[in-house]
């Protein structure tokens, strides 16, 4: 018995039937463009929902548009880059644009992959975050297509860019430990190994702003770096190095929440408390870190806002190609909870 055969996909010639119009006005009332009736777009509308049409992306692609926007995460296990996509597929909510995403798995080659994939697709516009790429590669990528870069510092003709004012940041941090009264705070940076891209990644932002704010505190002398990475292993690694110092500090300043999850399972490892032996600030003020047993101290960068001005970005690059780039910096704002107070002693 030969297997029932597979049910043919509907085409843009069925809904012309269906509707008894022409392909010509069912292509019109696909693209919105002028020339078909509201009375013409009902019967379009109705045969479309009632056949179950869906029009192929490379075809609409052919035509011009796919309406699909690529996002390109650098690291799907870190919880702060959920808020960016929130805040882009809000934006793009009301509009025909689907939003389709892409691992760049922290790595230049891996990225490269993803973009250019994106790119060979025919997407009618990327949103990279916190890229590693090389700025050529990025100009190379936008130049192809529209693009803003979010969460990469630094100015380019050719994409628009929404960052957080991670040195601001980071100070607020520094202000908020010293505050307290800790003397001795710590830092856990994401190792950068690039110097041609250092002043443009947050990581490297973040690690300066923090040295500024230590010396404007009259701390200099008290400034303690270590660098790991920005996932849970970099903060639990990172935590062991500070504990095993034989002056430990009082206070870490995690670069990133995750971070700051690896440096409260190495402080409870070892049998301490906090705040009350170490108090720990992270970065993101990502979900997790307002949960009760966790309550994290943290710096509100804004995640949601920074994937509605990328999204709201590219759309008016989609629109034209030709417009000055923008750069666009939003004001960090401190969330202390319960993982800071006073040294012990004080």
Do not use: W
């Amino acid at each position: 018995m030969e297997p029932p055969a597979s049910p043919r996909r509907v085409t843009i010639v069925d809904v012309a039937r269906h509707a008894q119009v022409s392909t010509t006005a069912v292509s019109k009332v696909l693209r919105n463009a002028y020339g078909a009736s509201p009375e013409m777009r009902e019967k379009v509308r109705r045969a479309i929902d009632e056949l179950g049409y869906r029009p192929l992306a490379a075809a609409r692609g052919l035509r011009g548009q796919t309406y699909t926007i690529g996002v390109m995460l650098p690291d799907i296990r870190n919880p702060f880059f959920p808020e960016i996509l929130d805040g882009v597929t809000a934006r793009l909510a009301d509009t025909d644009y689907q939003v389709l995403l892409g691992p760049g798995c922290n790595g230049e080659k891996e990225e490269a992959r993803v973009t250019e994939a994106m790119v060979d697709r025919g997407m009618d516009g990327l949103v990279l975050v916190a890229p590693v790429s090389p700025h050529s590669h990025l100009e190379q990528v936008a130049s192809a297509v529209p693009t803003v870069v979010v969460g990469r510092h630094g100015n380019s003709p050719t994409y628009d860019t929404v960052t957080d004012d991670d040195m601001a940041g980071a100070a607020l941090v520094v202000g908020h430990l010293a505050g307290l009264g800790h003397r001795r705070i710590a830092h856990i940076e994401h190792h950068e190994t690039d110097p041609t891209r250092i002043q443009e990644m947050p990581n490297a932002q973040r690690a300066e702003g923090y040295r500024r704010a230590m010396r404007e505190h009259g701390l200099a002398e008290e400034i303690d770096v270590v660098s790991t990475s920005y996932t849970a292993e970099g903060g639990y690694r990172g935590a062991l190095e500070l504990l095993g110092r034989s002056s430990r500090p009082t206070a870490v300043f995690a670069g990133a929440d995750i971070v700051a999850m690896g440096v409260l399972e190495a402080v409870t490892e070892a049998g301490l408390a906090v705040p009350g032996s170490l108090s720990v600030a992270g970065y993101d003020n990502t979900t997790f870190a307002a949960l009760g047993p966790i309550s994290l101290t943290s710096v509100d960068q804004a995640g949601r806002a920074m994937g509605d001005n990328a999204a709201r970005l590219l759309l008016e690059r989609i629109t034209d190609r030709r417009k000055p780039s923008v750069q666009i910096k939003l004001s960090p704002t401190l969330v202390p909870r319960r993982t800071t107070a006073a040294p012990a002693g004080r």
